[in-house]
């Protein structure tokens, strides 16, 4: 997922106040979700130094990356996990530092079990973290050197990919200041960002289900097929008749149930006639 140099780059950016303030408003948000999410085997994709998962109370849980302290050594691209087997899967800041993310998105699909969990993380160009990225002149160094995927753009994503997204929030309203001053300072913007200008977060998070299409075949029922009971299917009763005491026909429909019968002297040929057929 990520290469060597974009690997020191963002271990040092996360060791800066920003990089802390960042993470720690991510850890807080998956300490919260991922709590109230049941199943037996969950992974994390990406952040291998970071464990996301540690509330989560399922019995299985790996993480999955191309770093030395990953659980399991693996690309995104290719998932070395059995499908339908994986019941929630993390994405912090995956999909936007990657070259095809959409593949990463069909590997998802495809490790899920039936209504399983994807919670991916992101940077958000419309904010003003975006505004930044767009000024930096040097766009070498981590987070500024991703391509910032819009939250319209991921949903349709998600949506093509057979996903429906069921939850979302923004956070990190505090703007990208480098100077830890500056970010106590500005902390009051936290709760009113979270008010006034909702959709305006550095961060966004979305919770998507795998949702799949089942298909059931229906047979022809040939058990209750008139030819295979042996009996001949009498005409349908005309308008204006109606049946005697007996329960048989009347006279007119008598005589064309006697028409199908063919050869009475010789008996090649009978119909049976009784009231369940008809």
Known sequence: ????????????????????????????????????????????????GFDFLRNNRMPFKFVLGVRENASVYAHPHFLPVKSGSIDLVLLPHTLEFNSNPHQILRE??????????VI??????????????????SKTGFPWCGRFIALSRLQDWLELHNFETVAGQFGCYVPPCTREKWLSRLCFMEAAGDR????????????????????????????????????????????????????????T?????????????????????NNRDL
């Open 1 to 48: 997922m990520f290469d060597s140099v974009l690997q020191q780059s963002m271990q040092q950016w996360l060791e800066t106040s920003l990089g802390q303030y960042v993470l720690e408003q991510e850890q807080c948000y998956f300490d919260r979700v991922v709590t109230d999410i049941f199943g037996y085997n969950a992974t994390q994709i990406g952040f291998a």
């Open 108 to 117: 998802v699909h495809r490790v899920l079990i039936q209504e399983g969990k």
């Open 120 to 137: 991916i993380s992101g940077f958000n160009p419309f904010s003003l973290w975006g505004m930044r990225q767009r000024m930096v002149k």
């Open 196 to 251: 006034w200008w909702p959709i305006a977060g550095g961060v966004y998070f979305l919770q998507a289900v795998k949702h799949e299409c089942g298909l059931h075949v229906i047979k022809p029922c040939w058990e209750d097929s008139p030819a295979k009971r042996g009996t001949v299917v009498v005409p349908q009763i005309e308008r204006g008749h109606r049946l005697d005491d007996s329960g048989i026909f009347a006279d």
């Open 253 to 273: 429909m008598r005589e064309k149930a006697d028409g199908l019968i063919e050869n009475r002297n010789t008996g090649l040929c009978v119909c049976s006639v």
